[in-house]
């Protein structure tokens, strides 16, 4: 079986398969969803080829697949398929040193809501930053609704997907990278020099940036909250940094 359905703003792809040739293809597949059926066979090989692959595999009832699929015969999978491409962390290198420029890069950790993702990609691309980095795992991915919050913009800034976020932090501060936490409880945004190789990490709104991440953090900026609110829109607070980082670059351009 081999179908492909619009249905909550997520592209599908169902049917056993449809499911393990896109694994096999190699395509840009954001999650499996498996329902507790007897899980050999194609089945059994759709999960293995995922797990080798990196790719999220979620559990989920009978239900929620008939919901996902509008009651289609999905066979017990489904997956979602990108929007758009990843790429890789050399590829956004390449694109810095293109443009004579400092890496400029953004971290979004464990950000789940994609029109928040969506919107931290608009704002990323219009700063000139080269690329932002999300997690394989605890993440949104490029879902049409990540595309549609980010105006497009998701086809013009590199995205790359990441299984670590530590290790891949811990590579990066090997190669001359300063990295930037977002947080309630750091030094002033404005009196920060944000002028060397610089990634800026967002967390979710609800969490922030997580233990382990913050702890691999150079260093830890805040904003001001002046009202009665404690805490700030996830894309809101990352927008106000990137600009930030954007102004502090374009007045050593103009020196």
């Known amino acids: 079986m081999s179908e492909k359905t ?141 595309y549609k919050s980010s105006a497009g913009a998701v086809s013009h800034l590199p995205v790359v997907r990441v299984a670590n976020l530590v290790s891949f932090m811990d590579e990066l501060k090997s190669q001359g990278v300063w990295f930037y936490c977002a947080d309630m409880d750091g030094q002033t945004w404005c009196q920060t020099d944000f002028s060397g190789h610089t990634a800026l990490v967002v967390g979710s709104e609800g969490n922030g940036v997580g233990r382990l991440v913050k702890e691999k953090c150079d260093f830890t900026v805040s904003l001001p909250m002046l009202g009665k609110i404690s805490s700030l829109n996830a894309s809101v607070a990352g927008g106000v940094l990137m600009y930030e980082i954007t102004r502090q670059r374009l007045a050593i351009k103009a020196r």
């Open 6 to 146: 619009q249905k909550n703003d997520s592209q599908l792809i169902f049917g056993r398969n449809a499911v393990l040739e896109a694994v096999k293809a190699g395509a840009a597949i954001d999650k499996v969803y498996v329902a507790p059926v007897e899980q050999k066979g194609s089945l059994g090989k759709i999960i293995s080829l995922a797990k080798a692959a990196g790719i999220p595999i979620k559990d989920v009832t009978g239900q929620k697949l008939d919901a996902m699929t509008g009651n289609q015969a999905h066979q017990g999978v489904a997956a979602t398929i990108a929007a758009a491409a990843y790429t890789t962390m050399d590829q956004v290198w390449e694109l810095a040193r293109q443009k004579g420029e400092k890496l400029f890069l953004i971290l979004a950790d464990e950000i789940e809501d994609p029109h928040n993702l969506g919107a931290l990609i608009r704002t990323a691309e219009c700063c000139g930053a080269h690329g932002i980095v999300i997690p394989k795992r605890r993440s949104a991915g490029l879902s049409p609704t990540v």
